[in-house]
């Protein structure tokens, strides 16, 4: 019964913006510490950013600086702010809901060349 849908990746060029969105069910969104996730081809799933239902966020050294994740509670909505994107930030970025299980979206990709 849960759902999160993805949405806002694109091609742009090095040093370009995006904003990616995670509509999530409310049930869910209330009480789990959502993520985004990457995945490019040939490598390993990686965690690039989390927030609580506190509002702690977290980040992978690599975005660090550069990405900033937020909830709008409001519209039970998480979104990936992307700044100086670098062309290995290309992948599919996976929102993520986690409870005492994790729920996944389907992916948006995100494509950074010029």
């Known amino acids: 019964q849960v759902q999160l849908v993805e949405s806002g990746g694109g091609l742009v060029q090095p040093g370009g913006s995006l904003r990616l969105s995670c509509a999530a069910s409310g049930s869910i969104f209330s009480r789990a510490v959502m993520g985004w996730y990457r995945q490019a081809p040939g490598k390993q799933r990686e965690l690039v950013a989390s927030i609580t239902s506190g509002g702690i966020t977290s980040y992978v050294d690599s975005v660090k600086g550069r990405f900033t994740i937020s909830r709008d509670t409001a519209k039970n909505t998480v979104y990936l702010q992307m700044n100086s994107l670098k062309p290995e930030d290309t992948a599919v970025y996976y929102c993520?809901?986690?409870?005492?299980?994790?729920?996944w979206g389907r992916g948006t990709q995100v494509t950074v060349s010029s």
């Open positions: 993520s809901a986690r409870d005492f299980v994790t729920y």
